[in-house]
């Protein structure tokens, strides 16, 4: 099948503004990947064309953009997902600040993921062996760990679009992931900026973040678990 894809491009050195800019390619099947026309546009049609992108098997993240309106990894969106009948829009991740074409600074992204100290803490010696915990232990986290810091949810959450000092949602799930690890001595350290004024306490449960999750993460669910052991004052 013939496709058109209608991609924002945008150079800060010498465009005053994005644009879209249509391509179309010939002789893709179903099985063709968004990636795929990513690369085939830039290595057939516009060598300018610029995206990030790096394991191409929806393991690294960092090809996060969005497709007709919703936030997905490139890689992980097949021609037979979207409707072809129209060309298929392709623009950065919204709210993050462009650098090029579909290549978003990251860095505020990341600034809030670091301030729930992402990382085990724990005061004792390292053990000899691994620090075990029971397998029970082991599922709570399970589905949090599955994370790959994409961005697809924290840059869909209307919350952060209102408000730019929001933690957003990945930063919360990372925060669960440790301050429900029992081999981890510190809860109350992951969670010092979530609970506060840009915090959990932020999410209106509005499930953007969910829909946009590339991992089917419930991130929702999560986030209302951390807000139930907030006002516990279990911790
Ligand atoms: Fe990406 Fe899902 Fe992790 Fe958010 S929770 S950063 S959408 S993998
Ligand atoms: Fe935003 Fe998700 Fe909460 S979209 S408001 S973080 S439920
Ligand atoms: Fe790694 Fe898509 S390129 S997740």
């Given at each position: 099948m013939k496709v058109t894809f209608k991609i924002q491009r945008y150079n800060p050195e010498k465009d005053q503004k994005p644009y879209f800019a249509d391509y179309t390619l010939d002789g893709l099947d179903g099985t063709y990947r968004i990636l795929d026309a990513l690369h085939d546009i830039k290595w057939q049609l516009d060598g300018t064309l610029t995206f990030r992108r790096s394991c191409a098997h929806g393991m690294c993240g960092s090809d996060g953009i969005r497709i007709n309106g919703k936030n997905?990894?490139?890689?992980s969106v097949l021609?037979?997902?979207?409707?072809?009948?129209?060309?298929?829009?392709?623009?950065p991740l919204p709210y993050l600040p462009i650098i090029k074409d579909l290549t978003v600074d990251m860095a505020d992204f990341f600034k809030k993921y670091e301030m729930v100290k992402p990382y085990l803490i724990a005061h004792d010696s390292p053990p000899e062996t691994e620090r075990y915990q029971s397998y029970e232990d082991a599922?709570?986290?399970?589905?949090?760990?599955?994370?790959?810091?994409?961005?697809?949810?924290?840059?869909?959450?209307?919350?952060?679009?209102?408000?730019?000092?929001?933690?957003?949602?990945?930063?919360?799930?990372?925060?669960?992931?440790?301050?429900?690890?029992?081999?981890?001595?510190?809860?109350?350290?992951?969670?010092?900026?979530?609970?506060?004024?840009?915090?959990?306490?932020?999410c209106h449960t509005i499930f953007n973040c969910v829909e946009a999750c590339p991992k089917d993460i419930n991130i929702t669910w999560h986030i209302s678990q951390l807000k139930k052991l907030l006002v516990s004052q279990e911790i």
């Amino acid at each position: 099948m013939k496709v058109t894809f209608k991609i924002q491009r945008y150079n800060p050195e010498k465009d005053q503004k994005p644009y879209f800019a249509d391509y179309t390619l010939d002789g893709l099947d179903g099985t063709y990947r968004i990636l795929d026309a990513l690369h085939d546009i830039k290595w057939q049609l516009d060598g300018t064309l610029t995206f990030r992108r790096s394991c191409a098997h929806g393991m690294c993240g960092s090809d996060g953009i969005r497709i007709n309106g919703k936030n997905s990894l490139a890689c992980s969106v097949l021609l037979k997902d979207v409707n072809t009948k129209k060309p298929i829009v392709i623009e950065p991740l919204p709210y993050l600040p462009i650098i090029k074409d579909l290549t978003v600074d990251m860095a505020d992204f990341f600034k809030k993921y670091e301030m729930v100290k992402p990382y085990l803490i724990a005061h004792d010696s390292p053990p000899e062996t691994e620090r075990y915990q029971s397998y029970e232990d082991a599922e709570r986290l399970m589905e949090s760990t599955k994370c790959i810091m994409c961005a697809c949810c924290t840059t869909s959450c209307p919350s952060l679009w209102s408000n730019e000092n929001y933690i957003g949602p990945a930063a919360i799930l990372k925060s669960y992931r440790f301050a429900f690890d029992t081999r981890d001595d510190s809860a109350d350290e992951h969670l010092l900026a979530v609970d506060s004024q840009d915090g959990i306490w932020r999410c209106h449960t509005i499930f953007n973040c969910v829909e946009a999750c590339p991992k089917d993460i419930n991130i929702t669910w999560h986030i209302s678990q951390l807000k139930k052991l907030l006002v516990s004052q279990e911790i």
